[in-house]
């Protein structure tokens, strides 16, 4: 029998489990192959709907699934997080003291926000990576009746697009309380540019200065002045605000750094193959990874297509049947009614066109069609 | 002598070559030097506008077959 553990139930991991399944319906039936998942929690969370709790447009109960629901019958899962890796064994050992054999293992433990690396940010800002704080940042909205709103940007970050969704759908949720005239809305990006993608960012930086949004680029955070409300950035720049948006640093899951398996919990990964580096039975999804692209849930998407097919493949013939070749596509919402995508790979930049209501209302779809997503479908 | 830390983004649309060497250096030590590689040819002039900004030193620029190698060295 070919033991494949997965750990981490993310969107990364279920889809993985969910193509594999499919792929081998009779060789899980025969007893030829099992396919354990190991996860941290019984829910499973659609992320990217945060970004609208943070603006009162959905509640928290609309983003949760039980995990066990969305998986296909024959997976066994168990709620009991990896505390240890030993990968010269092939094993891990998990939070209950359970030790799992693999004979071929995928991690997929995605990635945290972690804002206590900026000196005052906790305090200072506002964020909405978590349920918790996108709630706290909506009651704070809620209440702020005008002034200066700033939004600053960390790296490595998960969702690359999170930076302008956040600041357009800003500019709209003061428009329809009535008080855009008294709110002053500020955007600061690392790079020279508004966006990572010269493409997104040509198109980013009009439509900024249609809304009367202002921006600095090169602006990387140093510090947060709490009390005297200003912020600094490495440049040498400081700006006051008085309120203060994050999207916040992230890093890999700590358990993964305390192995030894990355440094800041990023594993070191081959770009096309997706083994981690100097394993060949040892693969990384999604956030996961050191690979230069989006840390983003399509990326995990067409990561785990791609190591499901691999991974069925090597069960049948011995060896995996195709390559990862760095696709990743992004929703990119506009405000509250209009959105467009970008759509690029390891050779092909992003096109992005002019943000339409029918893409908007896609992604709408979308938020309730990522149900079938996670289970492998679409 | 320090090792070269090599930060590979070449391929990286996103979040790009600049975006890993920013990474980068926030998890180096004052003195490291690291050589940026990147397949898109903006890095030139972005990772040095961004060295002259923030203060760390821009070492040199070479370039081959599409593929640029930019060093640089952390001074702060």
Redo the contacts between chains.
């Keep these: 029998m070919k033991k494949i553990l997965i750990v981490g139930g993310g969107m990364g991991g279920t889809i993985l489990a969910n193509n594999m399944a499919r792929r081998l319906t009779n060789e899980l039936k025969t007893g030829k192959v099992r396919i354990t998942m190991l996860s941290a929690t019984e829910k499973h969370m659609y992320q990217p709907g945060l970004l609208y709790l943070a603006v009162g447009k959905i509640t928290p109960d609309e983003l949760y699934r039980d995990q066990a629901s969305l998986l296909e019958p024959g997976i066994e899962f168990h709620v009991d997080p990896v505390e240890e890796f030993k990968l010269d064994n092939n094993q891990v050992k998990t939070k209950s003291g359970k030790t799992f054999d693999y004979d071929y293992m995928a991690i997929a433990t995605g990635s945290r926000m972690f804002p206590e690396g900026i000196p005052g940010m906790v305090e200072g800002a506002e964020t909405f990576y978590t349920e918790e704080t996108a709630l706290k940042m909506f009651k704070r909205l809620q209440s702020f009746e005008g002034g200066k709103v700033v939004v600053t940007v960390g790296?490595?970050h998960k969702c690359?697009m999170a930076p302008l969704e956040i600041i357009f759908m800003l500019h709209d949720y003061f428009k329809d309380r009535g008080i855009a005239d008294k709110v002053q809305l500020h955007y600061t990006y690392?790079?020279?540019r508004v966006h990572?993608?010269?493409n997104v960012a040509k198109w980013a930086a009009p439509e900024m200065d249609r809304l009367g949004i202002k921006y600095d680029t090169?602006f990387?955070i140093k510090e947060v002045d709490v009390k005297n409300k200003v912020l600094r950035s490495?440049?040498?720049v400081e700006i006051n605000y008085d309120l203060l948006i994050t999207i916040p640093t992230h890093k890999g899951m700590e358990v993964l750094e305390k192995n030894g398996l990355g440094?800041?919990g990023w594993i070191p990964t081959n770009?096309t193959k997706l083994n981690m580096e100097g394993r060949d039975n040892v693969f990384i999804l999604g956030d996961t990874t050191n690979i230069?692209?989006?840390k983003a849930g399509s990326t995990a998407h067409f990561e785990a297509d791609t190591l499901g097919e691999n991974l069925a493949a090597i069960v049948k013939i011995g060896i995996p049947v195709r390559e990862y070749d760095?696709k990743?596509f992004c929703f990119i919402e506009v405000g509250k009614d209009r959105a467009t995508y970008?759509m690029?790979d390891?050779?092909n930049?992003?096109d992005p066109k002019a943000p339409t209501k029918a893409v908007h209302w896609f992604k709408m779809a979308y938020n309730k069609l990522y149900w079938i997503s996670a289970r492998g479908l679409l | 002598m320090t090792e070269k830390k090599i930060v590979d983004g070449r391929g990286s649309f996103c979040p790009g070559p600049l975006m890993e060497l920013i990474v980068a250096l926030k998890s180096s030590q004052v003195g490291d030097v690291l050589e940026v590689l990147s397949t898109d040819k903006g890095s030139a002039n972005d990772i040095p506008e961004w060295l002259r900004k923030v203060g760390h030193e821009y070492i040199s620029t070479t370039e081959s077959n599409g593929e640029w190698h930019i060093t640089v060295r952390k001074t702060k």
């Design positions: 790296v490595p690359p690392p790079i020279g990572s993608l010269e090169f990387n490495e440049e040498g440094q800041n770009r230069p692209i989006s760095g990743v970008a690029f390891y050779k930049p992003p």
